[in-house]
Structures are given as structure tokens and as C-alpha cells.
């Protein structure tokens, strides 16, 4: 399979850092799936190759981490922690929250395909609980309208990126529209 020039650059400056090729694993699987969304079968595949491991060994290492995935998930990754230091402090409420706010239940995705709600274990920010992640950003103290400022801030960044596409497509028709003409 192939990856960007950006994967590949980074994969071959990482590799040699390590004192075995399979040490990278984890963080060439976060590289892969920011780029392919998911850990697919074709992904585990090439990466288990390049890095001297079987395929079933990269799908324990997968299956330890929250994080990363097998299957497709939204734009934001919502990761609600209700572990003990969370659960004392209202993570339960933050989670039933989001899942009444996005409609969907735990793993489950947005039919837009923007949020998936993951219920996790210990985000180890249990100084801060409750806590969750979207993506890679910890958000920390929450209370049900601290959530909802993250999730309105997630729909305007993708609102804006939804917008500028559609500026490059409306840009590039009129382009051609003058090149044909
Ligand atoms: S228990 Fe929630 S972050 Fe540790």
C-alpha cells in the first residue's frame, strides 16, 4: 500500500532512533491511522512488514491502546473517561450527556460522521477529572456546559473546513469554466 511522502519521511527518520525496528510500533501506527483515519487490514499488513512482526502482533499492541482503532470512526474521537477519580467527580454525567447530545451510544458514530463517543478507562488526568479527549486534546474539570463548548468548538472547525473546500471547489469550476471558454 501507499502512504503520503510526509508518512514516509517521517517513518524513515523515526525507525533508526529506536534500538529495534519493532519499538515503533506504536507511534507508526498513530502516524498511519492520522493518515488513513483507521488501522485497516491493508495497513496492519504493510506496517507488521516493515516493521519484522506478525500481523497478530501489531493487532495486540492495537488492542491495548484506546486510541487506536480498527474500524472507521468520526472526525472527533470523543473519549469520556468514568474510571474511579472521574466517576466521583461526574464523568458518568459528562458521558450520558454526550450521548444524549450526539445520539449515539458508546462507539457510536454520528450518521454525518463527525463524532464517535467512546467510554474509556483512565485518560490519567485523574488530578483534573473529569476529564476527556477529542483527538489529542485533553479537556480537563468539565462540567455539562464545558462539554458543550468542546463539541459547538468541533462543529465550527469543521464548519470552517466544510467551507473551505467548498471555496476551492466553487475556485477550481470557475477556473476551468475560463479555461474552456
Ligand atoms: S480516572 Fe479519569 S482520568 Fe484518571
Known amino acids: 500500500m501507499k ?4 508518512f514516509e519521511a517521517r517513518f524513515a527518520e523515526m525507525v533508526p532512533h529506536y534500538p529495534t525496528k519493532r ?3 506504536v507511534p507508526t501506527l498513530l502516524y498511519a491511522q492520522d493518515e488513513v483515519g483507521f488501522l485497516s487490514d491493508e495497513v496492519i499488513a504493510e506496517l507488521a ?8 502482533e ?5 488492542s491495548y491502546y484506546s486510541m487506536l482503532t480498527t474500524k472507521p470512526r468520526g472526525k472527533f474521537n470523543l473519549q469520556v473517561c468514568t474510571n474511579i477519580s472521574c466517576l466521583v467527580r461526574g464523568g458518568e454525567e459528562i458521558l450520558q450527556h454526550c450521548a444524549k447530545k450526539l445520539g449515539v451510544g458508546h462507539k457510536g458514530t454520528t450518521p454525518d ?6 467510554e474509556v478507562e483512565c485518560i490519567g488526568a485523574c488530578s483534573w477529572a473529569p476529564a476527556a479527549q ?3 486534546d485533553f479537556h480537563e474539570n468539565l462540567t455539562t456546559e464545558k462539554m458543550d463548548r468542546v463539541l459547538d468548538k468541533c462543529l465550527a472547525q469543521a464548519q470552517e473546513q466544510l467551507q473551505r473546500i467548498k471555496s476551492v471547489d466553487s475556485l477550481a469550476d470557475t477556473l476551468s469554466q475560463r479555461s474552456e471558454g
Request: proline share 0%; charged share 25%; glycine share 6%.
Open 3 to 6: 502512504f503520503s511522502e510526509e
Open 23 to 25: 519499538s515503533a510500533l
Open 49 to 56: 512488514g516493515r516493521l519484522d512482526l506478525t500481523e497478530l
Open 58 to 62: 501489531v493487532r495486540n499492541v492495537i
Open 113 to 118: 460522521g463527525l463524532f464517535t463517543l467512546e
Open 134 to 136: 477529542v483527538n489529542y
